[in-house]
């Protein structure tokens, strides 16, 4: 059988084993009944054969980043148009001072587990800016919530470098 090798098995490949389930499994759920929908939705998968290593900037719509005002919390939003795999998060080191990561989210996913992270851990020559998250998928968000704890405002911008699929 030939099959051909897509640019999204690519990036899976070497992830490794999603679960491990030994021993019993218990159903602890009312069994599913089958329906007929009476005008199913048909989707086309789409087959992504190409990618690209690209910067997803993230700086809340204004040209030259988010104003973010003392002592408050503030959210970074992006959607990429195809999906994309983060590789690294960036702040810049001249606005990372005095400001925290409070919370990253991919849907359901939260990559900031317990109090606040410090900016500083993924500034441009930190050498823990590498992260391993789910793949955002196209139209999905990608929330960032900042926490300025500075005494004055900061205007900046966060860098997401990872690999966009393409068909």
């Given amino acids: 059988m030939n099959h051909k090798q897509t640019a999204y098995d690519a990036l899976l490949r070497g ?10 499994i218990e159903v602890v759920a009312d069994p599913a009944i089958q329906a007929t929908p009476q005008n199913p939705t048909r989707y086309q998968d789409v087959e992504y054969t190409k990618s690209d290593d690209i910067h997803l900037g993230i700086a809340t ?25 983060p590789r690294a998060l960036v702040v810049p080191s001249s606005h990372s001072w005095q400001l925290y990561i409070r919370a990253i989210k991919i849907g359901s ?3 900031v587990d317990g109090d606040d992270i410090p900016a500083e851990v993924h500034s441009e020559v930190s050498l823990s800016q590498f992260v391993s998250w789910p793949t955002i998928q196209a139209n999905q968000p990608i929330q960032i919530t900042m926490w300025n704890q500075a005494g004055w405002n900061k205007r900046y911008s966060i860098d997401l470098r990872g690999t966009r699929l393409r068909p």
Avoid: E, I, W, Y
């Fill in 15 to 24: 992830a490794g084993d999603r679960a491990n389930l030994n021993g019993a």
């Fill in 61 to 85: 719509g204004s040209q030259g980043g988010l104003v973010h005002a003392t002592l408050t919390a503030a959210l970074f939003q992006a959607q990429p148009s195809d999906p994309f795999k």
């Fill in 109 to 111: 996913f939260n990559a």
